[in-house]
């Protein structure tokens, strides 16, 4: 038997828990604060629509002690739980290959500062909690799981991680060096995302307006300066992923707009960031992402309580 963790059981936790117990001999844990969706998952089982329809028998948790000792670890709360979630775990996961499936980058970082092996995580796969204990698969999407280098998981343990998720129903791909296509997620995402939460406009609108377009031009030119220098080849070109978003996702708003709208910590600090960071770390610059950072932090300290 092969137990896995999964921290945090939002929409991203519950699709790959779900998915997981479909590999035979799978154990998965879930926890999450969320005490109506967790106290459904016991009862019931964790319910998939959408893209699927099957019912997954996760043994889910709301305190983190509660985690028997796992053999891998998957990481899926908002950036800013990660430290405060994986501490929660650690007694579970001392001895685990942990992978991030977390949005931007930094997240590992986080984690290697608790658990001593760490993989870096990519996905595009997209989904909704629509009740307790249930959750809808809206877009299928590869994924991408590789060391991370400073404290990297087995080699067997991110093999095994992949082929388990592969026979679960969720593409994935283990990675010798997985930057490329987390970078390549991060890069479109920051160059989009924040205007997006700024303007109140979709992805599909920003991306159309030529003074917005513009500065979406502008942040990617800076990103890919600072992939050039740090040795990161990403998959795709950002501009290709910018066009198939206008096609193809015109009236999304991504994440950090629903965060905007509903008055919630952004994870900014992981997205552009991620990047003004790096780019610090490999000298750099990077004006616009430290104006965007400036720029929705001082939007988030302007809501009542911020």
Known sequence: MIRVAVLGCGAIGSLYAAHLTRAPGVEVWAVDPWPEHMAAIRANGLRVTGLADFTAAVDAVTDARDLPPCELGIVATKALHTGT??????????????????????????????????MRGTIVTAGAVTAPGVVRYDAPGDSWIGPFEPSPARPDEIELLAKLLNTGGLTTHA?????????????????????????????????????????????????????????????????????????????HKPSMLQDVLARRATEIAVLNGGIAAEGRRVGVPTPAHDAMVALVGGLERSWPGG
Not at 88 to 102: C, F, I, N, P, R
């Open 85 to 118: 979630a994986v501490a929660a775990a650690v007694h579970a996961l001392k001895d685990a290959g942990v992978v991030s499936v977390q949005n931007g980058v930094g997240n590992e970082e986080i984690i290697a500062e608790h658990v001593p092996r760490v």
């Open 175 to 251: 990675e010798a060096d997985a930057r490329g296509p987390q970078w390549t997620k991060v890069v479109f995402n920051a160059a989009t995302s924040p205007l997006s939460a700024l303007t109140g406009l979709t992805v599909g609108q920003v991306c159309t307006d030529p003074g917005l377009r513009a500065e979406v031009e502008r942040l990617i030119d800076e990103a890919l300066g600072v992939c050039g220098k740090a040795g990161i080849a990403l998959t795709r070109d950002p501009r290709d992923a910018v066009e198939e978003a206008i096609r193809e996702a015109y009236a």
